[in-house]
C-alpha cells in the first residue's frame, strides 16, 4: 500500500506565493512519475503538473512560466513551486503517484484572493 500526504496550501493574495509538498511512504520499488492535479468548485480535475523518474516536466498551459514542479532527492517526494499566483488557481490540489498503480493524495485547499 501506498500513501501520499500533501502540504503546503493555505490562503495567499493575488501575486503570491507557495510551495506544495507531497511525500510518499509504504511499500515502495520505485515510482515513475508524480504529479500534481487540482479541482476548483464545480470543474473537474485538471492536470496541474507531472514529472518523471528522470526530470522531465510537463505543464498545463494555464501554468507555465509561473510554477515549477521538483522531485526530492530521495524521489519519494515532489514539489510545487507556484509564484504569481492568480484567483483563478484557487482549487484543491491533490498530488499523485504512478507506480503498478495510480496512488492520489488527499488534497489540499490552496485559496487565492484578489
Known amino acids: 500500500q501506498v500513501q501520499l500526504v500533501e502540504s503546503g496550501g493555505g490562503l495567499v493574495q493575488a501575486g503570491g506565493s507557495l510551495r506544495l509538498s507531497c511525500a510518499a511512504s509504504?511499500?515502495?520499488?520505485?515510482?515513475?512519475?508524480m504529479g500534481w492535479y487540482r479541482q476548483a468548485p464545480g470543474k473537474q480535475r485538471e492536470l496541474v503538473a507531472t514529472?518523471?523518474?528522470?526530470?522531465?516536466?510537463n505543464y498545463a498551459d494555464s501554468v507555465k512560466g509561473r510554477f515549477t514542479i521538483s522531485r526530492g532527492n530521495a524521489k519519494n517526494t515532489v514539489y510545487l513551486q507556484m509564484n504569481s499566483l492568480k484567483p483563478e488557481d484557487t482549487a484543491v490540489y491533490y498530488c499523485?503517484?504512478?507506480?503498478?498503480?495510480?496512488?492520489w493524495g488527499q488534497g489540499t485547499q490552496v485559496t487565492v484572493s484578489s
Open positions: 509504504g511499500t515502495i520499488f520505485s515510482i515513475d512519475a
Open positions: 499523485n503517484a504512478l507506480l503498478v498503480f495510480v496512488y
Open positions: 514529472i518523471t523518474s528522470r526530470g522531465s516536466a
